[in-house]
């Protein structure tokens, strides 16, 4: 009997399960879940008498040579009603599209074609940007756990920007200094470290490091050793990561959140993830009046600084967002004519932006 061209020929690793850098608690005050980043990897229960109940380290292989196979990494929007509706990667991006009205597909939409060579730019999307933002950067890592029985991957997914730099430059690295990646016996760990995100205080996040605990000259020798080549299992991206993107915030983004519920301002709208700590955002204090509400106009010019904003694109956002016809020349006599709810909705706008831009961390 010959072989298929093109399906006899290919090998691809199951998916055994994932692994997590969060937990989920209930809000005493909503009854909803929330996430809640841990400082030890989260594993299921079937894998711990190998690993540990909470443990800080993993002994990991990479399954092929290329780390686009398995460190997928992409900017990724995801709908409480239609699951992934968008992949990008900042400049270009691929876009789940309803047919009838041409936006992007939502809890209305009965039929949609996935539509590509669309822009992709964070900085002003409001999928990204927005009041309920719902796209993140994600890492998807899948890795071999020669420690636990089963033959196939394990997935990780981290939104973190530094886990993802760590990840992306320990790789560099290994395959620079040993020409390969593949089957090189790591250590993947969970290690708390300090940092000082644009504008916040210095705090303590728990974020991803490759280790290794085998002499550069041992690995050297494996390194040289060929593997045959495998390919890893579709990624599922239908599944939404709820310890990414928590089901209550997307289903609210779309205005389908039961509203005899409303979130707890201090644990779901605004929880950060992987161990970040919400930023205490400092109120504006007295200078330009509107009404009896107050704007800092240098607690304003530090904050759209912080969050990468420019004056020009202030003035978009409240042009847009409270239908502004006449056009003014700056953002202060724009501000000024504003109305106090205004003015209010604006500040705790660049206030919400500030607290993303810690989650960013």
């Known amino acids: ?33 929330y996430p809640v980043a841990t400082d030890y ?11 540990g109940e909470r443990p800080k380290k993993l002994n990991i292989m990479f399954p092929v040579e290329d780390p686009r196979e398995f460190a997928i990494q992409w900017l990724r929007c995801y709908s409480f009603s239609q699951g992934l509706i968008c992949r990008g ?12 009205s041409g936006a992007i597909a939502n809890h209305t939409t009965t039929k949609w074609e996935w539509k590509d060579g669309l822009l992709c730019n964070p900085e002003t999307c409001p999928e990204y940007i927005g009041d309920k933002p719902q796209c993140r950067r994600v890492m998807n890592l899948l890795i071999l756990m020669p420690d636990v029985p089963g033959f196939g991957v394990w997935q990780l997914d981290t939104s973190s920007f530094y886990s993802i730099v760590n990840i992306n430059s320990c790789v560099d690295l290994i395959k620079r200094l040993c020409g390969r990646i593949s089957f090189i016996p790591l250590t993947l760990s969970l290690e708390p470290q ?3 995100p644009p504008g916040i205080k210095k705090k303590t ?7 290794s ?3 550069l000259a041992e690995i050297q020798r494996l390194a040289r050793k060929r593997r045959e080549t495998m390919l890893l299992p579709e990624l599922d991206e239908e599944d939404i990561p709820t310890d990414l993107y928590p089901e209550d915030i997307l289903a609210e983004a779309e205005g389908i959140y039961n509203k005899q519920q409303p979130f707890g301002e201090d ?4 929880q950060p993830f992987e161990g970040d700590v919400a930023p205490s955002v400092p109120f504006p204090s007295p200078s330009i009046e509107m009404d009896t509400f107050i704007i800092d106009p240098q607690w304003l010019k530090d904050s759209l600084n912080s969050i990468h904003w420019n004056e020009v694109t202030a003035q978009s956002w409240v042009i847009a967002h409270f239908h502004i016809k006449e056009a003014k020349d700056n953002l202060w006599d724009l501000i000024q ?21 810690q989650s960013m961390f």
């Not at 199951?14 to 909503?30: A, E, V, Y």
């Open 1 to 33: 009997m010959s072989p298929i061209n093109g399906v006899s020929q290919v090998r691809r690793m199951p998916r055994l399960g994932k692994i997590r850098l969060g937990i989920k608690k209930i809000s005493p005050k909503t009854n909803n879940p």
């Open 41 to 51: 990897f989260v594993v299921p229960d079937e894998i711990k008498t190998y690993v």
């Open 89 to 100: 990667d900042g400049v270009m991006c691929q876009r789940k599209v309803d047919v009838e």
């Open 194 to 196: 300090i940092v000082e």
């Open 205 to 211: 996040v728990h974020i991803l490091q490759i280790r």
């Open 213 to 215: 605990d085998v002499k």
């Open 267 to 270: 644990e779901t709208r605004h």
């Open 337 to 357: 004519t504003l109305t106090r709810d205004q003015a209010q909705e604006f500040v705790n706008e660049i206030s919400r932006r500030l607290e993303k831009q």
